[in-house]
């Protein structure tokens, strides 16, 4: 069966510290895709990064970067120099084989304080 | 970028009523379109995938006739939500895939009185 796991409900960080949002996996697929979403309180889903599962090299995409550990199934999200407007949900997400929907995993409710 | 335009934004509505939302990709042909649903709190779960010219496939446990989808156009989505009731309320949101990436409307919040 495939699907995605977050374990952190909620995370807190300082403004300027570094925050890593976990995220597992399980597929027998080899190919799928993993994606990070942020969606603040207006509901809105904002993309943020993408690694592809033949990727060689973990994916950055300014202040976020996926530490992808593929043996582990594993594909953490790094948040760097963390800042107030981060607060929000991350939801970690999916897609593998065939199939075209992005599936999520529960969330992690994050908030950055001063 | 792509571009979804999800409307409306929220409406509310009386039970038994009917309440149609449109997805229209902006600069692009969308052939697959998905609709999600979201309590509060929750994650986005998948309703249902929408293809241009078909039937859309609905994910188990979605009344099918309760949520009715069309997908006439390569730029037009709808769903209907028909005979609408309190337990229905919830946020309604929809994507697209565009090339390799997936683009999301702004999502509709539906609250049925």
């Known amino acids: 069966a495939q699907k995605i796991t977050q374990t952190q409900p909620g995370m807190f960080v300082q403004e300027k510290e570094a925050v890593t949002l976990d995220c597992t996996y399980d597929?027998?697929?080899?190919?799928?895709?993993l994606f990070w979403y942020k969606q603040p309180s207006s509901g809105e889903m904002i993309f943020l990064i993408y690694?592809?599962?033949?990727d060689q090299q973990n994916a950055t995409e300014g202040r976020y970067s996926l530490n992808f550990q593929k043996a582990r199934k594993s594909a953490n999200l790094v948040i760097s120099a963390s800042q107030l407007g981060d607060s929000a949900m991350y939801f970690c997400?999916?897609?593998w084989g065939s199939g075209y929907a992005l599936n999520f995993g529960k969330g992690t409710s994050l908030l950055v304080t001063p | 970028g792509a571009v979804v335009s999800q409307h409306p934004s929220w409406v509310i509505c009386k039970s038994g009523t009917s309440v149609k939302i449109e997805c229209r990709s902006l600069?692009?042909?969308?052939?697959?379109m998905f609709w999600y649903r979201q309590f509060p709190k929750q994650s986005l779960m998948l309703m249902a995938t929408?293809?241009?010219?078909?039937?859309?496939?609905?994910e188990q446990g979605v009344e099918k006739d309760k949520f009715l989808i069309n997908h006439a156009s390569l730029t037009l989505s709808t769903l209907t939500v028909t005979s609408a009731h309190p337990e229905d309320s919830s946020f309604y949101i929809c994507?697209?895939?565009?090339?390799?990436?997936?683009?999301f409307g702004s999502g509709t919040r539906l609250t049925v009185v």
């Open positions: 994507s697209a895939r565009e090339n390799y990436g997936y683009t």
């Open positions: 690694q592809g599962s033949y």
């Open positions: 600069d692009f042909q969308a052939t697959t």
């Open positions: 997400a999916m897609t």
């Open positions: 597929t027998s697929d080899p190919s799928y895709g």
């Open positions: 929408s293809n241009e010219g078909s039937k859309a496939t609905y």
